[in-house]
């Protein structure tokens, strides 16, 4: 008998974190934090076996310090990326929620605490317990990211946040794996992204084409992920380029690890033939000519992005084009639906054109259903979305046993 407790990101994208009971033993899949709002899933219970970290993005990790914080001396197993990820991603958050007036849910010493238990556990090495043996394989979703693969009285799957297409940057989601229990993310459950390499390729044209004509081309960035694809897609351009922001700290620790990323000799040249913005007079000179900049972040509700809107918001020639997803309330988001740019010190229709581009880290629609449907689990567990119980409507129509359950539930299989 295998026991699921969904702390939190069930029904939801945000605070991701499943409490597996297989008995004697408990294991916690991911600890995470709603990263706009900082609410936290359910306590686990303590003691737990070991905790498994799919990967360092905040809505999976960002409530683990607080589990060391009360007292837990469990290990947390992640990829050695993941490690090094998470670290300048806590760390970052704790300055974030300071920023925002908000204490934060943990402290430095806490993080400290977190990596003391720290185990790295790479792509398809295993860990075994009593109870059940562990194995991390790559999810295609951001450098080290992983799906968990569970060995137990049944072999359970869980994906973590996940992408099958192909990226400049990374291989690709590995498909070979076999589970009777999938839980799955199903973030995008109701839409398929646009095809990866011919977006790619209009990407790249709308930058010459603007770089040529002597505009500049803004592209915010999420600093883990995001950065280090679009350093890969402008390098090949030939065009001078910069990059600023946590973006650069973030590109240094995943080439660190050359198992994390497709091509390390190609992101390396991507890298090094980046001009890195330093000091603020690096920023004058990086707007005093055509190019292109890539700077945090991602959905401009901070970083230094927001110092480049303010000088080139009025420059019909420049171009602002959004590449990731941009979640409500965020400047990003204000700025699609008004077309306002609403910032700290600036609220303008801008001149400079602004676009968006679906570059998403997510698997779209149909690729989580081919996936099923090779995998073909005894069981499907749609986890990671807002949309479950419309989705697992219609996935049972087909035949599938599903469940989507709401935060707080909990299911015996
Ligand atoms: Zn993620
Ligand atoms: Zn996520």
């Known amino acids: 008998m295998v026991k699921f407790w969904f702390l939190g990101g069930a029904d939801e994208v945000g605070r991701e974190a499943i409490y597996l009971d297989l008995g004697q033993e408990k294991f916690l899949l991911d600890y995470g934090v709603n990263v706009q709002t900082m ?8 003691p737990l076996k070991a905790i498994f970290l799919s990967h360092a993005h905040l809505d999976h990790s960002g409530h683990l310090p607080c589990l060391y914080r009360r007292g837990c001396g469990a290990r947390t197993f992640a990829t050695p990326t993941t490690f090094d990820l998470s670290l300048i991603l806590l760390k970052d958050s704790i ?16 993080i400290d605490k977190l990596f003391e238990h720290a185990s790295p556990l790479y792509y398809r090495q295993k860990v075994g317990f009593d109870q059940a043996t562990f194995e991390f394989r790559d999810a295609g979703h951001i450098p080290g990211s992983a799906s968990i693969l569970i ?22 989601a590995d498909q070979d794996l076999e589970a009777d229990i999938l839980i799955t993310e199903a973030t995008y459950s109701y839409k398929n992204h646009p095809e990866r390499e011919s977006l790619t390729q209009k990407l790249q044209e709308e930058i010459r084409t603007a770089v040529e004509a002597g505009g500049i081309v803004l592209l915010p960035c999420f600093a883990v992920g995001r950065t280090q694809e679009m350093l890969v897609i402008v390098e090949e351009l030939g065009l001078p380029y910069w990059v600023d922001g946590m973006g650069i700290h973030a590109t240094q620790a995943i ?15 991507a890298f090094d033939s980046a001009r890195k913005i330093r000091k603020a007079k690096d920023r004058l000179e990086a707007i005093s000519k055509p190019g292109v900049i890539l700077a945090s972040a991602g959905m401009l509700q901070g970083g230094p ?9 009025d420059r019909e020639d420049c171009l ?25 010190g600036l609220d303008v229709k801008p001149k400079m054109r602004v676009e ?5 880290q997510h698997c779209g629609r149909d690729n989580l259903i081919s996936f099923m449907e090779k995998l073909n689990p005894e069981t499907i567990i749609l986890v990671h979305g807002d949309r479950n119980h419309e989705f697992r409507e219609e996935l049972a129509e087909k035949g599938w046993k599903v469940f989507s359950p709401k935060n707080g539930d909990k299911l015996e299989l």
């Open 320 to 344: 602002l084009i959004l590449n990731g997803y941009q979640i409500e309330g965020t400047p990003g988001r204000i700025l699609l639906e008004t077309g306002r740019i609403q910032i700290p």
């Open 39 to 46: 609410s936290h899933p359910i306590e686990a219970p303590l």
């Open 255 to 269: 080439l660190r690890h050359p198992e994390s990323h497709k091509d390390p000799v190609r992101l390396q040249r």
């Open 305 to 313: 992005i927001q110092w480049y809107l303010k000088r080139l918001h």
């Open 356 to 360: 968006f581009m679906d570059f998403s």
């Open 151 to 172: 060995h137990a009285e049944k072999k359970i799957l869980f994906t973590g946040d996940i992408k099958f297409e192909p990226t400049r940057l990374l291989n690709g």
């Open 95 to 110: 300055k974030v929620q300071r920023k925002k007036g908000m204490i934060p849910h943990y402290s430095y010493q806490d």
